[in-house]
């Protein structure tokens, strides 16, 4: 087994480091941007979510009610 000098230790120890901060910055770019964006537009599509069910009950009960009207008709 090589033994290691003390400078190479060093050197890995300081590239060690570099790589967890390179991490810490990564992390901290997905948390503040990308996670922010990404609640921005899952708000938009709740939104729209909510005006499709709501066209979807005003269209049945639309139906429902010309129905109702047209079997009242009938009797």
Same mark, same amino acid.
Request: proline share 0%.
């Given at each position: 087994?090589? *033994? $290691?000098? =003390?400078? *190479? %230790? !060093?050197?890995?120890?300081?590239? #060690?480091? !570099? *790589?967890?901060?390179?991490? =810490? =910055? !990564?992390?901290? $770019?997905?948390? @503040? @941007?990308? #996670? ?5 537009? $899952? @708000? *938009? &599509?709740? =939104?729209?979510?909510?005006? &499709? #069910? ?8 639309? +139906?429902? +009610?010309? %129905?109702?009207? %047209?079997? %009242?008709?009938?009797?």
């Amino acid at each position: 087994m090589k *033994r $290691i000098v =003390k400078s *190479r %230790l !060093e050197d890995h120890v300081s590239d #060690l480091y !570099e *790589r967890v901060d390179d991490v =810490k =910055k !990564e992390i901290s $770019i997905i948390k @503040n @941007n990308h #996670l922010k964006h990404m609640g921005i537009d $899952i @708000n *938009r &599509i709740g =939104k729209k979510v909510d005006r &499709i #069910l709501w066209s979807m009950i005003t269209g049945m009960g639309a +139906l429902i +009610l010309t %129905l109702i009207a %047209l079997v %009242l008709k009938w009797s």
